[in-house]
C-alpha cells in the first residue's frame, strides 16, 4: 500500500501599507513651498484638534519623502519636541485665494541650526544632520511633483552672538542665491520672518544686529521680503511663538508672499534702456548687467577710461545711471555733508 505524504498549504500574510504612496497615487502640479530655518519654522506650538484636519489640496513631504495630507506636526527634526508651525497656515490661505491651487509644503528647518549648518556639507550635531545637504536632496524628490513658488525663512536665534552675527548678512545672502539656484529660478520670491522679541527677554546687540539683517534684505535682494513678529507672544518659554502666534505668522507670510507676487499696474511699472543702471544692484537687483552690454573689466589710468572728473567726499552709495544723466551720492564726514552730484554721462 503506497503512503501519501500529507500535502501542507501555508498562506503567509505580507503586511501591506495602506499609506504607501505609489507613483500613479502621487499629487501632481504642485505649488510647492520650502520651509527652512531653525524651531520656530520647525514649529514648536501646541497642537490642537483643528490642527490635525487635513484640507484636500494641501500635503507634506514626510521624513521618506514621501506625500502626505499636511498635518501638524510638519517637521520631524526634534520629534519629542515638534508641534504647530507657520507653514500650514500659510498654505490655508494659499488654497483659499486659489480654489485650483494644490500646494506641496517641503518642510526642511532643524532647531538649533545656525546658518553654517545651511552650508554644503554642514553638520549639525544636535540631530546628527546636514540641514543644507538634506534640503537640496527634498527639494529634488519635490520638483518631481511641481514647482518652487516660495521659499519660507526664520532663523537667526543661533547667530546671534559675537562670533557669527558679523558675518550673518553675508551668509544669508549667499543662501538665497544657492537655494533660488537648487529651485531652478532666481528669482523666486524669499520671505524672511522676524525673530520674537517676547516680554522678559530683551534681545542683546547681536541680535539685534541679525534682526536689522533680515529688515534691511528687501532693500539688498530682489524678490525678497521681512514679515514683522511685533504683537506676538510665546509659548512661556522665551523662545518659541505659542500656537496662535505661529498662525498669525503664517498669514503675515502669505500677505507678504501676495504682495510679492501680485501683478503691478504696468503704467506704474518704470521702464528703462538696456544701457541703464536705475538703481543698487543694477535694472533685475542681482548686481548684473543687461544681457546685451558687454561692460569692460579691466582698466588703469588710460585704459577704458572716458572721461575723469574729481567729486568730493567719498563714495555714498550706488552710482545710478539713467538716459544722459549720472548721479553719484557722496558724504563728507569732516563737513558733515552729503551730495548727490548729476553728471553728463558722455562728458562728465
Known sequence: MRLLAPFVCCLVFLPINVNAQTSSSAPSN???ILLVGQSNMAGRGRIAPQQNQPHPRIFSLDKNERWVPAVDPLHFDKPAMVGVG???????????QDPDAKIGLIPCAVGGSAITTWEPGGYHRQTKSHPYDDTLRRIKTALRSGTVKAILWHQGESDSNAKNAPQYEARLDALIARLRDACGDPEIPFIAGQLGRFEGKPWNEFRIQVDAVHRSLPDRV???A???SEGLTDKGDKTHFDTASYEELGRRYAAA???LTSKQNPSQTPTFASTDWPWWRGPQRNGHAHENQVPPTQWD????ILWKRPIPGRGHGSPILVGDHLYLATADRGRDVQTVFCLNRTTG
Open 257 to 259: 508672499f501676495h504682495k
Open 30 to 32: 504642485l505649488d510647492l
Open 222 to 224: 530682489s524678490r525678497t
Open 301 to 304: 589710468e588710460n585704459k577704458n
Open 226 to 228: 521681512f514679515v514683522s
Open 86 to 96: 507657520l507653514g500650514r497656515t500659510f498654505a490655508q490661505v494659499l488654497a483659499k
